[in-house]
């Protein structure tokens, strides 16, 4: 029977002569409910796939211009939403299509607790699809061929005592119909916490789904940003079919709060597939300072065209690795070539530069200071020293430094706090080959050397009534470049 359906809901009635270039084509369409009649409510619109223009189709024909398009479809009924997507339409000819919703298949997504609620529920193809706040009465279907480039999304997100992110995606469009009831063993388990840069904050947390790491070669899903008190923690479940991105967005707590897009500080972890057991995810906690992670997104990187420099960094990412940005109140970049400056802007997270191909010696500086929205971390800056010329592109080989004291619930103080180097787009901590440190007591306005210890760290000794802790460090790496950092206020020292 659903065969005899399908094959109705895509009969194509007639032929017709292929249409000239400059000549129109009509498709003709016709709704129908459950019940087998003229459904009486409908959303229908194609897509030209190379134009994107988006076209509104009602009961009846439509002239289109010869091309390759894509159908969506929702037909809604008394308790009934169905969705059917022909995302490989060919009119390339006049077409008439049968929109038959008794072809659907019901959707059914179901959280292990079964006192979760939908709050996010969204069932998609490249070019539109269904928002829905409930999965009751919600059927799919494909129409048409398919190939292997069309990505469909099934994403819920959902909140009970704990919240859950689950969401599927194919390569070849809408299923005909889906099933999944996870259980918790099924389940990856994060003990998310999140932190604030300062008191009279709140955060909106975001679950990003994804097909893969990369922002340039793999698709996005949707989320929610829910809100979530900071510092704060709760525990969190993602089913292992796919990437996530975790972000954390802080802004201002209000009776009414900005939304989430008017962050002053975010934290991004970089996309990961979790496979079922338990993990913790720390986000936004100290020390906060510069780095070059790899989070999956057109990330910064200090690279190297034949004709110019571009610097950038990710100047306020977390402890925990997390690539991390803030409004600043003010910030620089200066790239100095043999001693000279090439160059400079008062952006604090980097920029690119002009230079000549020969071999030189550069120094790129980047300094930022967000001292009126934070507490921590209230100036960060990095320099890198290194050789280059046009003979080599591409990323340059050089580090960021992570300082990685263990610190208690409010930042506390270490004995010992460890450095290790990351080149740029990694998470692999190596020693450096030569490391010296200073530590300020003052916010900066003196320092004294502090003990390193086989170029792995520094003992911090506290000084009576110290309340943060600045750090001042250089270090050369593996490949002879240098790298410089400093953080003011970088963790409370009690």
């Excluded at 959303?43 to 030209?48: E, I, K």
Aim: zero cysteines; glycine letters at 8%; aromatic letters at 8%.
């Amino acid at each position: 029977m659903r065969r005899a359906l399908l094959a109705a809901a895509l009969l194509l009635l007639g032929s017709a002569t292929p249409a000239l270039a400059q000549d129109t084509v009509l498709l003709t369409v016709h709704h129908i409910g459950r019940d087998g009649t003229t459904a009486q409510q409908h959303d229908t619109y194609v897509v030209n796939k190379e134009t994107y223009e988006v076209s509104p189709v009602v009961e009846g024909s439509i002239k289109l211009f010869p091309g390759q398009y894509a159908l969506v479809s929702t037909i809604n009924g008394a308790a009934s939403r169905d969705l059917l997507t022909y995302p490989n339409l060919d009119m390339t000819k006049d077409v008439r299509l049968d929109l038959d919703a008794r072809v659907a298949k019901p959707v059914v997504v179901k959280a292990p607790d079964p006192t979760a609620k939908l709050v996010f529920g969204d069932i998609s193809v490249p070019f539109g699809g269904m928002d829905v706040d409930n999965l009751d009465g919600v059927a799919i279907a494909h129409l048409g061929p398919r190939t292997k480039d069309v990505t469909a999304w099934i994403n819920t997100q959902w909140q009970g005592a704990d919240f859950y992110a689950l969401a599927w995606h194919f390569n070849d469009g809408l299923p005909d119909g889906f099933r999944r009831t996870p259980s918790h063993r099924e389940l990856a388990k994060v003990h998310a916490k999140f932190g604030a840069t300062r008191k009279g904050t709140m955060g909106y947390r975001t679950l990003i789904p994804a097909t893969g790491p990369s922002d340039l070669d793999d698709d996005r899903g949707s989320a929610i940003a829910v809100e979530v008190p900071l510092p704060s923690e709760r525990t969190e479940y993602y089913n292992t079919d796919t990437y996530w991105i975790p972000e954390l967005r802080q802004v201002e707590a209000a009776e009414e709060p900005p939304p989430p897009w008017e962050t002053d500080h975010s934290v991004i972890a970089r996309p990961q597939r979790y496979p079922a057991g338990t993990y913790e995810r720390p986000f936004n906690y100290a020390i906060v300072g510069p780095a070059v992670p790899n989070a999956g997104l057109p990330s910064p990187s200090v690279v190297r065209s034949p004709d110019q420099i571009a610097g950038y960094a990710r100047m306020y990412s977390d402890g925990f690795g997390n690539a991390g940005w803030s409004k600043e109140d003010k910030g620089s970049t200066v790239l100095y070539r043999d001693g000279v400056k090439v160059g400079e802007n008062n952006i604090g997270s980097g920029g690119f530069f002009d230079v000549p191909p020969q071999d030189s010696e550069y120094r790129l500086e980047l300094t930022s200071n967000r001292a009126s929205m934070a507490t921590l971390s209230t100036q960060v800056s990095i320099a890198w020293t290194f050789r280059s010329s046009a003979a080599q592109t591409g990323l340059l080989p050089l580090s960021t430094m992570r300082f990685v004291p263990k610190l208690d619930g409010n930042d506390g103080k270490p004995a010992i706090v460890p450095v290790f180097l990351r080149a740029q787009h990694t998470e692999i901590d190596r020693l450096a080959k030569h490391l010296t440190m200073d530590v300020s007591f003052d916010q900066g306005a003196t320092w004294k050397p502090a003990k390193v210890v086989g170029n792995a760290g520094a003992i911090i000794e506290y000084p009576p009534g110290a309340s943060t802790v600045s750090l001042r460090a250089k270090a050369t790496d593996w490949n002879s470049s240098t790298v410089e950092q400093t953080i003011i206020n970088a963790y409370r020292a009690g």
